[in-house]
C-alpha cells in the first residue's frame, strides 16, 4: 500500500470540508468529507500505525483552523457581502 493514497485522500477531505463553508450543501460535503477522512485514517493505519496517528493527529489540528479561516474569508467572498 502506498504512503500518498492516505496523505492524498487526506488533502481531499480538506477541500471538501472547505467547500462546505463556501457552497450550501446541507450537509452533504461535510458528511462525504468525514467519510473520507475515515478512510484516509484506515489507509493510514493499514500502512502503519505511525502514519494512521500522524493522519488523525492532522485532521484533528487541522479541521478547526481550516474551518476559521474558512469563516473569516466567507464575509469578504461576493455571497458572504450579499447575507
Known sequence: MDVALPIILLVL???????????PSMGLLTVIS???FLIA???GFGHSSALGWTV?????VGIPI???MGF???PK????KHL
Do not use: D, N, R
Not at 56 to 60: D, E, H, I, K, T
Not at 77 to 80: A, E, L, N, Q
Open 56 to 60: 488523525v493527529g492532522s485532521a484533528l
Open 66 to 68: 481550516l474551518l476559521v
Open 72 to 74: 473569516k474569508i466567507f
Open 13 to 23: 477531505a480538506f477541500g471538501l470540508l472547505l467547500m462546505e463553508v463556501f457552497l
Open 41 to 43: 485514517a484506515i489507509l
Open 34 to 36: 468525514a467519510g473520507v
Open 77 to 80: 467572498t461576493p455571497m458572504g
